[in-house]
Every structure is written in structure tokens, then in C-alpha cells.
């Protein structure tokens, strides 16, 4: 991500600099390449391409918008360009599905056509008004200096069952910047909700200097917007904020809610994509409704250091409530990790990650992760290993499934953990990232390093290590780090290739002395979850020799104290049937 060329987090006053150099001087968002942005593919290459995650057959695409369920019927609208491999030339590209697996490529629901859209359609989502009407809300570029402004658009014929074309009404723009808002950063309206005053509301991203901000819009018709006083959510020293989400979690957990539920059993989540760090960051609060105003609970860390919801390459997500069965799902969308010249080259470039459920942890201190049930249907052959102990160093493969389009499920056990590493006060607690890639999978630990080796040649010339150290910190409290290290992914390292060490903390109880994880590996991306999805990583990896019927999939143990396969069960992945993205 913008990471890549440019390592903000050491130097967060010069963030904003750092964004805008990124962005080539303007609040764009995306890199922009104009030379590149209109070549259009000739020949796709298929090479690094995925098998089971939601990728268009060519060209650029990039956030999630509105996804949504409706009439039986699941919609994912992205951002997409059809004429290159590059950012730019915006649509929302449209897929439906019945499933979340098998999807269906139609004509783009929004692109550039009128006054207020006429330089971007960007991002925004879609909320279903009562009498069942979808309706979309999303950003429209009206002019070269990239000044932003809010849009609607409805079904051309709400009893097509695909939603094939959209309207965008004369009445557009909905809601433009006053003089107080950056009306460069001004975008991505969320989802609405219904206040008990009868009244529609939706956050935008923005910022306001260095704070980053989440305004607040109310209408009583959805047509007449106002801005109120005061945002719904702000942060100073974050700078500008993307695609906002904001929506309710069931405190029991059994049940999910629509966005407009906003009191009971409840806590809300408030989640913006950080634009000068590239990651979508979350807390977890309550909704004050007399005051609108989002208030992170107590001891959650806000902004740069706060959660993730997945500590790699993962960005612009968007959620939506799933009637059918009472869900919240969320998409997420990872980039390229190689050089832009290599994805011109290569015809294609972002995917969608797997769709995950999410849930509130029972700590009720951060939300749970899990790839939705509908991808088990893809799984095919399966091999298992049951109590298979590894000593310091050992390595065991596990054969008989491609291991370049795979499924993981793996519990580790361990008999003590008194060989767990003491955690240096000195290191900072935040960064897992750099304590990864100081110890990385291979310097012998205590208890860890142990783990996966995804998408590694025989010979380990090239490997993605998805694993566990255990540290033991002053308190005697256990630190549990989870690494998904891209650092030896691929033997091909020209510049611009960014192979990060991407890390993350689980907060996890290990008295019962076990970790779990599950990892989906799928030729150029490996998405992790960690003690059942409580850290997620997502690493995009390019190897040379691990691909196809080269690519090998092992467990391994770097650690002094003996870790055993508890269970391991591990399935080839079938295409999905329908894959005309
Ligand atoms: N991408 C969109 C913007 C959004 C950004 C433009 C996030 O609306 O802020 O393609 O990746």
C-alpha cells in the first residue's frame, strides 16, 4: 500500500507531507499514473492470478461499494477501472451472486455521465429504504481539482432481480461542501440509519487540518441533507479519513443487526481507513443518540495505534447486514504489492478478499473475523494430521492437496510455556510489524516461532511464513505476536516490490496452552486468522518457484519447547463455478 514508499508510522508529524507527496500533490487517494492509466490489456497474464477470491478477468480495481443484499440476491459494486491496470477512469463495476461464491459480472451500475460525476464516480454505499427501495449514495469528482460532492442513484426498475441499471437523478448533487469542509476530502458516504427522530443519517470522510473526521449529515427524506454542528467522530493527528463505517454489534453476539438499530444489547463500531497509513483501523463504543456523537469506549486505543482489522494488506472496506441470515459481512480489498510497470505488464490488479463474518470477541473488547460459511462449499480434497509433535526445527509437509490453492485449519498445543521469550520493555509495544521482521521464523525462539510455511518451494527458496511467538512481558502476562512475513515470498526483488513483515498482537488467553489458525492461500494472496479471527493478516506475495504444482505447504516449529499438531485439516480449493467477475 502507500507504506510501501513511504514508512509513516516513525514519522507521524510529517504524515501529512508523506500522504501528499504519495498522492502526487492532490487529496486523490490513489497514486495516479496518467501515462498508464487508459492501456488497456491486451494479453492477461494468469500467473499470480487467484483461483477462489473475486477478481475482474483484467484491469484495476480497488474498495468494496454498497454492498448489499436484496430480494435474494447479493450485490458487490467496486471500484473499477475499465480501461487499465492502474488506478483511474472510475466506475463502480456490478456483480451479483446467490451465494457470495458464485458471481456474475454485469454492465457497471454508476459511471462518469453528468455534471456532478463527470471526473469519478467514486466510493459510497448502499442502504435499503423502507418499502424495500435500494438507493446508493457515492462520491462524484465534478471537476480537474478534484472537488467532491455526494450523489444518489436508484434502481431504473426495482423488480429486475438483478438491479442492472441505475438512475442518477437531476436533483444530484444531494449535499456539497460548505465553505467549513476540505471539499478535496469530502467522500464515501456510508450506509444511512434512522434516528428515533424519523431522521436519516450518514457519515462521511474528511479532515480538518491533521484531524481526521467523520462528518455527519441528517435528512428527513433523503433528498434534503444538513450538515450538523458537530461530527459524529473526529481524531486529531490522524489526517484525512476514508471510507468510514459505522453500524451496531450484538452484545449477546447470536443475532447481527441492520444499521439502523442503534440502541439495545449493543455496542457500536466505528471504522476509517486511514489514508496516510493505508490500513482500516476500528474501535469499538456507544452511540450517544442525544447527542450524535460516537464515544470509543474506555482503554480502546484511537487511530494510528488502535485495531486493525487485518494488519496487512487489506483497506476501503465496507460492511452490510445480511437479512437472509442475520449476519454482518465484511469486504475488504487488498492491492498489488508489486511494481505498477509489472501490473500493466500482468493486465490485472487488486482483488477482493473473502467476505468475513463479524462479531463481537465475548471479551467485548475487539470484533471477530471469519471467512463466511459459503466458502467451506468450495473445498474439496482433504488431508489431515492429528497429534503430530514437532521438536525444535522440524518441518512436516503436508502432501496431497495443491498447495497454491488451499484452505488450513490448524491447532497448535504446547505442554508449558515457560520457555516463552521475556518481552523487552524497550520494544515498542505497538509495533509487531518491526518485531516480526527483527525475528522473523527462523531465529530459534522459547515457545514459537511455530507455524505454517505457505506458498514455499521445495527447497525454501521462497516461503510465506504464517506463525506464532510467544513472549512473556514485566507483568508475567504472555504476548502473543502473529507474523505473516513477505519478506522471503519471492526471489524476485527489483525495486518497488514491497514484501512488509506484517504483524499483529493476539490478545488471547493461552492457559489451555493452544493456538489456532486458519489460512487461505491462494497463488499471490495468503489471508490468515489467528485464535479463530482474532488477528487477521493478509500478505499479496509474487513467488517465482512456489506456484502452481511447485508450491508446497509445511508446518514448522523454530522454537526450543516442543509444539504439537493438535489437529490439521487442510482441503484443496475449487474455482468457484461462475467466475465472471
Ligand atoms: N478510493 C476511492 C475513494 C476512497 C478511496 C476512489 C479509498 O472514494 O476514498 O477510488 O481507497
Redesign the pocket.
Known sequence: MGLKKCHLLAALPFFLLCSLILNNGVE???NVHEDLQSISAENVKDLHRTGYHFQPTKHWI??PNGPMYFNGVYHLFY?YNPKGAV?GN?VWAHSVSKDLINWERLEPAIFPSKSFDQY?C???SATILPGNKPVIL??GIIDKNNT?VQNYAVPENVSDPYLHKWIKPDNNPLIVADKHVNKTAF??PTTAWLGKDGQWRITL?SRKNDKGVSLLYKSKNFINWTKSKKPLHSLAGTG?W??PDFFPVSIQGTKELDTSVIEGDIKHVMKI?L?AT?YDYYTLGTYDTKKDKYIPDKGMVDGWNGLRYDYGNF??SKSFFDPSKNRRILWG?ANESDPVHDDVKKGWAGIQLIPRTIVLDPNHKQLLQWPVEELETLRGKKVELINKKLDKGERVEIEGIPAAQADVEVTFSFNSLEKAEPFDPSWDSYDAQKLCSQKGSTVQGGLGPFGLLTLASEKLEEYTPVFFRIFKDQEQKHVVLMCSDASRSSLEDKKGMYKPSSAGFVDVDINDKKLSLRSLIDHSVVESFGAKGKTCITSRVYPTIATYDNAHLYAFNNGTETVEIESLNAWSMNKPQLMNH
Open positions: 486523490a487517494s490513489h480497488n474498495d471500484q488506478w472510475i469519478g467514486w466510493s459510497g457515492y462520491s467532491q467522500r464515501d470522510g484525512n476514508e471510507c481507513s489514508d493505508r483497506y476501503a480489498w
